[in-house]
């Protein structure tokens, strides 16, 4: 099958995907930086940020009764508009404590939405054609988020009409899933799983999300206000985010060919090495100069590889029945992560400089690193049955399905 004939049915579920990254992207970054200018503490706004990722681990669960209930595109239309309604709220009262809450309801919405999409491409593609199919889906994320980026410079970010146009993004996205004429697909399976049996499982798969998750959701979270810190005006700060995502998307690529062809966990731990260097020299030396920053940040992107060799990790030798539950618990992993990691970062940079993000991510990055190497001495894999490296987002675990260690056979 060409890639044409393979992508089609997806289009439009692609596009409302990509508006949806677009306007999730822009809406961390723009609170982030909107509470820093209102001169709230690093820990304030790490806490209020934090209540997203406190919405997605629930959004899990509300999305899978809710679908059941009323089917994909009517839940769909729900999530939308209600994170259309929290967007446009932000702008009625600037408030930590009340952004939090509206945090936690972006975060329960916007994960259902990203599940929708999910276990709709799932359910529709083709066996061969899952590969490029879940590979495009990956790059219109990566792209979305930074494209959202770069909508921060559409107005001042004093002015509320950014948050007017994200409530546009977020209603405009139900558009497209709309008017899909696709087949509808069936009602979600709800997720079961022993999380004492999966740490059995995957123990260090699932300490390797939750270190990603650390990382990751602080530099979301943290990184705007670290750049805002060291005195960039907010197109620098835009592009400074920008590039460090769209790095990441690229760093995917060889990371894979890498992960497949050596041990998972000699891996991980040069990754987790190389990038607490990175860090390291970015803590000392990014304030110097915008260039040398920007350079920098690019080799930075190597860290959203991280969560993706977990995964792999995670599904080397696992049976078939336990890959969809064990995503599961690597995406909640990693929300928790995300949601612990900005909540210290922004302590240590309350108590040194902004230049305390990229030394706690350094910390972090060598704590994984040494566990990586303790686990390999007392883990072993079967390396004739090890698994395929996939880009894996971290936004619901349906996805996990186009893995290509979740395939039917008969299917082949």
């Known amino acids: 099958m060409s890639i044409t004939s393979a992508v089609s049915p997806f ?77 446009i709220a932000h702008g009625l009262y600037d408030a930590p404590f009340f952004w939090f809450f509206l945090r936690v309801c972006s975060g329960i919405c916007i994960a259902s939405l990203y599940m929708v999409v999910e276990s709709w491409v799932n359910e529709r ?34 002015d509320n009409l950014l948050f007017m146009v994200l409530g546009m993004l977020f209603s405009i996205c139900i558009v497209p899933i709309s008017l899909t004429g696709a087949i509808h697909p069936k009602p979600l399976n709800v997720v079961h799983y022993n999380l004492l049996k999966l740490i059995r499982l995957a123990p260090f798969a699932l300490f390797g999300s939750f270190m ?9 979270v943290m990184g705007p206000v670290y750049a805002l810190g060291i005195g960039l005006d907010i197109s620098q700060v835009t592009f400074f985010m920008t590039v460090t995502i769209w790095a990441g998307l690229f760093f995917q690529w060889p990371m894979g060919i890498i992960s497949d062809r050596f041990d998972r966990l000699a891996v991980l731990s040069v990754l987790g090495f190389f990038t607490a260097v990175v860090c390291f020299a970015i803590a000392l030396t990014g304030h110097m100069g915008y260039s040398i920053l920007m350079g920098l940040s690019i080799l930075f992107g190597v860290v959203f590889s991280i ?6 990790r995670a599904q080397d030798n696992l049976d078939e029945e336990n890959i969809v539950p064990i995503s599961a618990a690597l995406i909640l992993s990693y929300s928790v992560g995300s949601g ?15 230049s305390g993000f990229y030394f706690f991510c350094t910390v972090c990055a060598i704590v ?24 894996m987002p971290r936004k619901s675990p349906v996805i996990s399905s186009l893995h290509p260690e979740n395939w039917d056979e008969n299917s082949l």
């Open 307 to 312: 969560y993706p060799v977990a995964v792999a």
């Open 368 to 391: 994984l690193a040494v566990t990586s190497l303790y686990f390999r001495k007392h883990l072993s894999v079967d390396t004739d049955e090890l698994s395929v490296y996939v880009p």
């Open 340 to 354: 612990i990691g900005p909540l210290i970062s922004s302590g240590v940079m309350k108590m040194t400089a902004p």
């Open 125 to 158: 593609v083709e066996s061969d054609v899952r590969g490029r199919v879940l590979a495009l889906y990956m790059v219109v994320m990566y792209f979305g988020n930074g494209l959202g980026q770069m909508m921060l410079n559409v107005a001042p970010i004093e």
């Open 11 to 87: 289009f439009l579920l692609f596009l409302s995907t990509l508006i949806l990254s677009v306007a999730g992207a822009l809406q961390n970054t723009l609170l982030s930086v909107r509470l820093s200018y209102a001169g709230w503490d690093e820990q304030i706004i790490a806490l209020t940020m934090s209540g997203y990722y406190i919405g997605m681990i629930l959004g899990f669960f509300v999305c899978q009764q809710t679908v059941k209930r009323v089917g994909h595109i009517r839940a769909f239309t729900a999530f939308a508009a209600t994170t259309a309604f929290t967007a």
């Open 212 to 220: 990603s998750g650390m990382i990751n959701g602080s530099f979301y």
